[in-house]
Structures are given as C-alpha cells and as structure tokens.
C-alpha cells in the first residue's frame, strides 16, 4: 500500500510497446483518501493515448474508452498544489456502461428517449450497446511534474453493478452478437474505408471487399467484421458533407480544425504580433510510416513555397524498400521553415520517441540551406545530408526554357554543377560565377534568368554544399515523383489557397492516395485501381533495366547509351554519366526531371567503378587530404583522430562482409562510396 502523499516516488512506467494496457504494469494501491483501495501508476503523459488503446484491445472483453468528464487547470493557478494536483484531469469510462439498458425491450410506439433510472440522460446512438458497465479510470496530469501522468484505476473489471461481466467472451448473453466485441469500429478500419471512398471506390465495392475478407478468414472475430452497407453510407455522407471552410475567415477556420483533430496535429502557434503561423500535422497513419520506414532509413524535407496565406509547405518524407517517398508529416508556416525549426522539430521528436525509444534515421536530407543542421542534428541523433532536387531542378528547367541548343544546354548544365563545388579548387563563388558567365555570354536570356533567382542564394548553397555531405541521386528522383503528385493533386487546385483548404486537401485526399498505395502494395488488392494513382519513380524503373541494356566506353566516359525498354531500336544518350548533373535526352529528363536512364547509368558506374567520383565525393577526398597535408600538432589529438577513423574503417568493413555474405541489407550508395574513399 502506497499513500498519495508518496505517489511522486514511485517509478515512472514506461513499457517497450506500441500500445500496452494495464496488464503490462505493475500496480500500487493506494491507502486512504478519496481514491482509497484504487490501483495507481505513473506513465509519461505522453503515452496516455497508448495506454487507452490498449485498454480497449482486452481479448476477454474489447472495449472503448470514452472521455466521460475533463477538466483543466491553467498554470500558475495554485499557490500549494496537492501532490496529486492536476493541470488536466480526464475520467474514461468503458462505453458499454454506466447506464444499463439490457432490460429495456421498446415497444411498438413507445418513446426511446426514456432516461434510465440512473438519472443520466440519453446517448443518442449508443442506447443499444449500454449495459451498465462500471469500468472506468481517471488520468491526471501532475501539475508539479506535467510531462507525468497519474493513472488511478477506479475499477478494472468490466462487469455490472453485481459484479457479473456484462459483455465480452466472458458474457454468456453476449455470445454471436456485437456486445461480444468493441462496440464500435476500429480506427484502423474507419481510416481504410474512408480512404477507399476519397479514392473513388464504390460503397458496393468496399462491402463486397470486406465480406470476402471475413469469409476468408473464417467469419466474424472481432467487431470490425460487422462492418454494414450503412457504417459505409454514414461515413461516405460525413465526406460528401464535410467541407474545407469551417469559418468565413481563414485563421478562425484553422483554429478549428485543429480543435477539431488536435490528436493530429503536434505544433501549433497562432499568428499573433511577432509571432508566425506555424503548423504540424501528423495522423496516426504517417506516424507508424514514420516509424516503420525512418528508423535506420532516410527522413528527407520537401520545401515548397505557397501562396499569400501561407509562405511554405514542408513535407517530411520517409522512403520504402522501392525508394518511394511518403509525407510522414507536414509544416505549414507563414515564414520560413528553417527559421522556426527549433519550435516544431522538439515536439515531432517527441512524439516519436514516446512511441518508440529507441527510433534512429540513418540520416536526414535537407533540400533547403536555410536549415539549421545543427538543429536537426542533436534532435535526431544522426548525420544530417544535402539534397540538390531543388537546384538541379530549377537549373536544368530554366537552361530547357532560355536555351534552345542542346549541346549548349548540356554544357551549361555541367558548368553549373562546378560552381557548387567551386571551393574544392579555392575559387571564390564570385570568381566561379564569372567565369560561367565569360564563359557563355552570348546566352544572355539564362544569364539573366539565373542572376534574378539564384545569384542572391548561390553563396548560401555553395557553402552548405562545403560544409554538409550531398544525398545520392536516387533520392532525387524520389523527392521529384513526390513533387510532381504534389503540384497536381493539391498545390494546383488553387492559386490563392486558403489554408484550411491546403489542411483539407492534405489530409483528406492526398493523405488517401498513399495509404491507398501502400494497402495495394501489401495485399494485392483494388491493383486495378493502383495505376490510377501511383507514380512509380526512376529509382524503381531503373532497377527493370538490365546491365546489358547499358553501353558504356570506359575509355571515353563523356557520355554512355541505355537501350530503350519500350523500342530495343532506340537508345537513349546520357551526358557526363555518373555525375549529379547527368543529362539525359528522353523525352522525361527533356521536361526537367530525374530520368531512369540518369539514375541506372549513376547505379551502373557506381557498382564497378569505372566512372569519376561524384563531385561531392571529391569534395569529401579533398578534405581528407587537406586534413593529411595540415595534421594537428597536439599528439593526443592526432591519436584520437587515427583511433577514429581506424575504427570507422573496421566497422564498415565488417559490414560490407555482412551484406556480401547476405547476412545484412546491402550497404547504401552513400556508405559503399565513403568506404572506397575512405580505403
């Protein structure tokens, strides 16, 4: 027994799983007081959450927790807190209880409105479910600690007044009917249909789909399965109902929304005096993807300027085992992305790690220099890369649209990619400018094309092109697929969006269309929906390109052939092969994009080594040598500089004989191409 006077010294639980209920804890009981004979724990506040779903998954008796009661405390609104003072206080109540209704049979014109004996009043919807359980515990938010929730278990067991169970397997009166399971639908099943329907599948569709899935596995086994043709039309109403515009004014519709799906949403902070609108939105969709695919992988920002009512869209993404990118969360933001980063960035990582403690990216791609690396990196405990998508993008569209020779266009566009490594040879940024502009002088039209939008920020790239390693092309390439889906499905839909539409269409639709695709992927079905809505990128294309297919001459690497997949008569011609700043003459790299020709040839080259280095990987060999040619002159500095990188060297050895042997994932490009180096 434990007195609430003591509670702050318990040990605050916090179990390794996803969800976890109270079985997954170890509880106290507390003596005296109003909570007297109550089992208590403490948990980070955090994974309140966690822990209510997992209540609600009990094999003997699933259930829903419904918030019965809550109250709020502003701080600094107690002088002598109590020990169990709270600054949130939250009563979940089982949503088969309390009011038991097993024993009202309506009859033929009767009022079904009738208030039960207990006094509270009807719940529309639910009186058919009631059976009078008394299940129920309450969460307080400590207000001397915040980050600590208290869980009082009230009464653990689901039964009645008379201790009896009132529903689940334990329930002989609830066997073969809905009270044998959760009384209401998944949220998992709610967010699968709902994405179907944003997608243009057919209610008959969806319900035929469902019962073929319950027959499959051997009828119904949870309540789920009793999925109906009207739980499908209800929810195909709330969409055809629900509009973007909850406010004739664009800043109250927002606040709104995020009232209105605050489990969604991680950051916000209203525009007011000096401060910018800032927003981030996460469902619990994006947050299992984020988990799933960026723990040991690549988490990669996608920046894209908005309109009057809004300055920027950053899109996180997170990539597959095909290298497909999906938005695991989005930034909206009045200002600049990179200058409010310390205020969003904590809040994401927190609610990341509250699920998983041991979550790790392998790296994190930036696309924009404004971004503090120093930032990103103490907040996700890894490398932080530079992606060019942006620049190499905006060049080469701006060389198709000012330039009309292509042997100058390919030209010029190699010539760009040296001023970005222009300090590996100590030039000055401005002493490469002008040289690229002495050089090409006549192509007046791109000269000035590229002093009015690049010549301002080329210093600002230049510099964090010396100071951070450059993402390989493959990233690129998906980073450019998730634009394109991007630009069409939401950003083109409005030239003045307001930012609930933005909000709207992110969620609602865009959010659909990757579900969708990852549901297709991973069980085979609606694949004749599929095509409709997925972009395969180049990186995936490329790997269906044979070795043979490609034609190179190792003594001559200025260009190198890909036969055509479509027509094996023609051959698509790729200049400066292996480089960032490849070019291709299909008809795809000819509208400014990332081309699987590109990225096969890059793929090519890489695995056998016969073409230059990337320029960033001769940044990176210039480094090492300047540091060889000046070594530190303090001796324990000079130790400790060897031990390091013999010991790097020893560690991604050993991993390469692990994924030569099959024993490991095969090595990215970015640590096979640093341990050549390194060598």
């Known amino acids: 027994?434990?007195?609430?006077?003591?509670?702050?010294?318990?040990?605050?639980?916090?179990?390794?799983?996803?969800?976890?209920?109270?079985?997954?804890?170890?509880?106290?009981?507390?003596?005296?007081?109003?909570?007297?004979?109550?089992?208590?724990?403490?948990?980070?506040?955090?994974?309140?959450?966690?822990?209510?779903?997992?209540?609600?998954?009990?094999?003997?008796?699933?259930?829903?927790?419904?918030?019965?009661?809550?109250?709020?405390?502003?701080?600094?609104?107690?002088?002598?807190?109590?020990?169990d003072g709270y600054l949130e206080y939250t009563l979940y109540w089982c949503s088969y209880g309390p009011e038991d209704y097993r024993d009202i049979e309506p009859?033929?014109?009767?009022?079904?409105?009738?208030?039960?004996?207990?006094?509270?009043?009807?719940?529309?919807?639910?009186?058919?479910?009631?059976?009078?359980?008394?299940?129920?515990?309450?969460?307080?938010?400590?207000?001397?600690?915040?980050?600590?929730?208290?869980?009082?278990?009230?009464q653990r067991s689901h039964v009645d007044k008379s201790g009896a169970p009132c529903h689940g397997i334990l329930d002989q009166e609830s066997v073969g009917t809905r009270a044998m399971y959760a009384p209401r639908i998944s949220e998992e099943l709610r967010q699968k249909v709902m994405s179907l329907?944003?997608?243009?599948?057919?209610?008959?569709?969806?319900?035929?789909?469902?019962?073929?899935?319950?027959?499959?596995?051997?009828?119904?086994?949870?309540?789920?399965?009793?999925?109906t043709r009207n739980d499908v039309r209800n929810m195909e109403r709330l969409i055809r109902n629900s509009p973007h515009e909850l406010h004739l004014d664009d800043r109250c519709s927002v606040k709104m929304w995020v009232q209105r799906h605050h489990k969604h949403v991680f950051y916000f902070q209203e525009s007011c005096g000096c401060e910018d609108f800032v927003l981030g939105v996460q469902t619990d969709w994006q947050l299992q993807q984020m988990l799933r695919y960026g723990h040991g992988g690549f988490i990669a920002s996608h920046l894209v300027s908005g309109s009057k009512k809004f300055k920027q869209l950053c899109s996180l993404l997170a990539f597959d085992s095909s290298q497909n990118a999906i938005p695991v969360a989005w930034i909206i933001s009045s200002s600049s992305i990179g200058q409010n980063i310390h205020k969003w960035i904590p809040s994401l990582v927190e609610r990341i790690r509250g699920k998983d403690t041991r979550w790790r990216p392998n790296a994190v791609l930036v696309d924009d220099p404004s971004f503090e690396a120093s930032i990103l990196r103490e907040a996700f405990q890894c490398r932080v890369l530079l992606c060019l998508w942006h620049v190499r993008r905006g060049w080469l569209k701006g060389l198709l649209k000012y330039c009309n020779n292509f042997d100058v266009q390919r030209e010029m566009f190699k010539q760009l990619g040296r001023i970005l490594y222009c300090t590996r040879n100590g030039s000055s940024v401005a002493d490469a400018v002008e040289e690229f502009v002495q050089i090409f002088v006549d192509q007046y039209a791109f000269i000035e094309y590229f002093r009015s939008k690049w010549l301002s920020k080329i210093e600002l790239w230049v510099n964090c092109v010396r100071t951070l390693p450059v993402a390989p092309q493959e990233t690129i390439a998906s980073i450019e697929s998730y634009h394109l889906r991007l630009k069409s499905k939401v950003l083109s839909q409005d030239s003045d969006q307001r930012v609930d539409f933005l909000i709207h269409a992110l969620t609602s639709q865009f959010h659909s269309f990757y579900w969708f695709e990852q549901y297709t992927v991973e069980t085979g079905y609606f694949e004749n929906l599929r095509d409709r809505f997925s972009i395969t990128n180049p990186w995936n294309q490329a790997t269906h390109i044979p070795d043979i297919d490609v034609l190179l001459d190792e003594e001559n690497l200025q260009l190198a052939k890909v036969v055509s997949q479509a027509d094996n008569n023609v051959a698509y011609t790729i200049w400066n092969p292996g480089s960032e700043f490849a070019l291709c003459d299909c008809s795809w790299s000819m509208v400014g994009n990332m081309c699987k020709h590109v990225i096969k040839v890059a793929i090519f080259c890489r695995s056998r080594q016969i073409a230059r280095p990337l320029l960033s990987a001769q940044v990176y060999r210039q480094t090492l040598v300047n540091l060889l040619q000046n070594l530190p002159e303090d001796p324990l500095v000079l130790e400790h500089a060897i031990s390091h990188v013999t010991r790097l060297e020893q560690d991604i050895k050993s991993l390469e004989d692990l994924s030569n042997s099959g024993l490991l994932q095969p090595l990215s490009s970015i640590d096979q191409q640093n341990y050549r180096i390194l060598k």
């Open 1 to 83: 027994m434990a007195r609430m006077e003591d509670i702050l010294n318990l040990p605050v639980q916090d179990p390794p799983y996803t969800e976890f209920s109270a079985a997954h804890i170890n509880w106290v009981k507390v003596e005296g007081g109003r909570q007297g004979g109550d089992d208590i724990a403490l948990i980070p506040f955090s994974r309140v959450e966690d822990f209510v779903k997992g209540e609600s998954s009990n094999a003997d008796c699933p259930a829903n927790f419904r918030v019965e009661s809550r109250r709020k405390r502003p701080e600094g609104s107690l002088n002598k807190p109590r020990v």
């Open 107 to 154: 009859q033929i014109g009767e009022n079904t409105s009738t208030k039960p004996s207990s006094g509270k009043g009807s719940r529309p919807g639910r009186r058919h479910m009631m059976r009078g359980c008394i299940c129920h515990f309450t969460v307080k938010r400590l207000y001397t600690r915040p980050q600590l929730a208290l869980i009082i278990y009230n």
């Open 197 to 227: 329907l944003h997608v243009g599948t057919s209610l008959d569709a969806i319900v035929q789909h469902h019962m073929e899935e319950v027959q499959r596995h051997g009828g119904p086994h949870s309540r789920d399965d009793f999925l």
